[in-house]
C-alpha cells in the first residue's frame, strides 16, 4: 500500500511567489523519469520471472514511483500554467525505452541488479532531501519530503532483496564495486537528459545530449550540500558491504564532495555560456 496518497498533499498551500525558476525544469525533468516506473517494474518482473515475492515488491515499487511522477507532474503545471504534462510525457515514453523482455539482468546477475537498483535509490532520496530543503515553496518542499521517505525505503526494499541473492550467486567485493561505479556513473547518460529535453524544450528543437545534461545537471548541481553526499555515501558503502560510517566512508564522501563541485562549476560555466550565445543570436537576428 502506499504510504501516502496524492490528495493529501497540501496543493492549498502553493505559494507562486515562492517559487524559483530554476527549479521548475528539474521537476518538470524528474516528473517524466518517476512516472516511467512501469516500464522498469516490466524489466524487473522479467529478470526476476521466478521469484513471486519479489515481483509483487517490484509492482508495489512502481505504483509509488507513478505516484511521484504524478505529483511532481501536477505541481510543474502549477508552477508553469502551459506546460501540458501529459504530452511531455507521451514524448519521452516514445523517445526513450527500455527492454521490458529480458530474461536476464544487463548487471550480469540478479545480486547486480539489486545493487544497481540501490544506487538508484541513494540518489534519488539524496536528491530530493536536497531540492526539499533548498525550495522555499512549501508544496515542492512537502513533496520532496515524502518522495525522499519513500526512496529511503525503496533502498531498503532492495537492499533486503539483495542480500537474499547475495547468498545464492556470492558476487565478490570487485563485482559489487564495479557494479555500483557502473551505475552511479550512468547518472548522466540519456535517461534524465531526454527527459529534460521532452519537459522543457520545443517538440521542433533536436535533442542533443551533451545541451540537455548541461541545462539539467547545472541547476539539480546547485542544491547539494556535503552532508547529502556524506548520507549518500554510507548507502553505497552499505550497499557493496563496507562499513557505512568510518574513516574510509569519511574519505571518500569527501572526494566525492570535491568531484560534484568541480562538475557542478563547469556544468554552471556551460550555463551561462549558452546563454550567452543565445542572447547575442537574439541581438544579432534583432538587427538584422
Sequence with gaps: MKHWRIEQVSWNRFDPSKVDPETIPLVKAAAMVERNGDDYALYLNSVFHDDPDFQQAANHWAVEENQHGDA??????LADPGWDFAAAFARYRAGYTIDTKADASIRGSRTGELIARCMVETGTSSYYTALGEAS?????????????????????????HMRRYLARENLSFVQRL???????????????????????????????????????MGRAMA????????????????????EPR???????????????????????????KAANENAGSRVTAAAA
Design 72 to 77: 511532481l507532474g501536477r505541481w510543474a503545471s
Design 136 to 160: 522555499e515553496e512549501p508544496v515542492l518542499k512537502e513533496i520532496c519530503r515524502l518522495i525522499a521517505a519513500d526512496e529511503y525505503r525503496h533502498f531498503k526494499l532492495f537492499y533486503d
Design 178 to 216: 564495479k557494479v555500483a561505479a557502473g551505475r552511479i556513473g550512468e547518472s548522466e547518460d540519456d535517461e534524465l537528459a531526454y527527459a529534460f529535453h521532452c519537459s522543457n524544450e520545443d517538440p521542433a528543437t533536436p535533442y542533443e545530449h551533451d545541451r540537455c545534461i548541461t541545462g539539467y
Design 223 to 242: 542544491h547539494y550540500r556535503y552532508r547529502h553526499i556524506e548520507r549518500g555515501m554510507g548507502m553505497i558503502f552499505k550497499s557493496i558491504g563496507l
Design 246 to 272: 568510518g574513516r574510509l566512508s569519511d574519505l571518500a564522501a569527501r572526494g566525492a564532495w570535491r568531484f560534484l563541485q568541480w562538475r557542478r562549476d563547469r556544468y554552471r560555466a556551460a550555463l551561462v
